[in-house]
């Protein structure tokens, strides 16, 4: 069996995972893949990557050996959910599956490296004896007595913005890992990128295979960034504050910096203080309430009503 059902639970995968990684000389588990050469390097370049982010925010580099990055197939599911990955504070590491492609791949390392190498801080919730791993973890926090969440929809929409321009700049660079799917996907652009429904946000395209089950209903697949909606309602709220401060802002990448200041440095004062001076007193606490993953209508509406 490659990768795991939708029955396994989370914290059953952390204590057999715990059992194999570091202390047995990092030995992969029954049901792990072995990185492919290919993967090691995407592995090692997403590592260099992430660490210039960090530097280009005023932070000290952060390196996450492969041995800390694990791949499974692409049927990996947690407690119920299917998932591309999945960073774990307490074991400080990374789960990832393996994608239908390099570039695929190199999101997935990407998103969880980023989640990895943000802003983290521990507690023990009142009335309880186990430690929070999540109170702050990138721009999402939990309360005091850990039984609330908030800015989650903020944080993965955060990190998969990063990603996407990590994964951007590494197929453009030339490198020759990516050069046949990055030409592929370039042929499937030019005789389908009228589509914008296609075309739009797309990390990879290909032609799909004789044999492949959807051939001959579709002739090209396309894989899109994720967090699609939740990156469209951030960038709605950036859009917002951008006009409402024209003369502070010259650009909209700018309020966006101050978003990813607050997740990698752990600093939300500027981006706190942006956001009550333009809407005001209490808009900052109230949008980390709508937006935890919960209720992305609820965020959607809230963030419009500005």
Do not use: W
């Amino acid at each position: 069996m490659r990768g795991y059902s939708g029955t396994q639970k989370l914290e059953d995968f952390r204590i057999e995972l715990g059992r194999t990684r570091m202390a047995d000389g990092g030995l992969p588990m029954d049901n792990e893949l072995k990185k492919t050469p290919a993967q090691l390097e995407i592995c090692r370049l997403m590592n260099v990557l992430t660490n210039t982010l960090l530097e280009r925010h005023g932070l000290k580099p952060l390196d996450v050996p492969p041995e800390n990055m694990h791949i499974f197939g692409n049927n990996l599911s947690l407690d119920g959910s299917e998932i591309g990955g999945i960073f774990l504070p307490p074991d400080q590491l990374t789960i990832v599956r393996e994608g239908r492609s390099l570039i695929e791949f190199a999101d997935f390392v990407a998103h969880e490296l980023i989640h990895f190498k943000s802003f983290g801080a521990v507690q023990v919730p009142s009335g309880a004896d186990d430690l929070d791993f999540e109170y702050r973890s990138g721009f999402s926090a939990h309360s005091r007595d850990g039984k609330r969440s908030f800015f989650h929809a903020i944080d993965e929409a955060l990190t998969e913005q990063l990603s996407k321009g990590l994964v951007e700049s590494l197929k453009t660079s030339g490198n020759s890992l990516l050069a046949d799917e990055v030409e592929e996907m370039q042929r499937v652009l030019a005789e389908y990128g009228q589509n914008p429904e296609f075309a739009t946000d797309v990390m990879t395209a290909r032609y799909l295979e004789d044999g492949h089950p959807m051939k001959g209903r579709y002739n090209v697949m396309a894989t899109h960034y994720i967090y699609q909606e939740e990156r469209a309602i951030l960038n709605s709220l950036i859009d917002k504050i951008f006009s409402k401060n024209s003369g502070r802002f010259t650009t909209k990448e700018e309020v966006f910096d101050l978003f990813a200041k607050g997740k990698l440095q752990g600093n939300f004062l500027g981006i706190g203080k942006v956001i009550e001076r333009t809407f005001g007193k209490g808009t900052f606490r109230k949008l980390g309430e709508v937006s935890n993953l919960k209720d992305t209508a609820e965020y959607k509406t809230f963030v419009e009503r500005l």
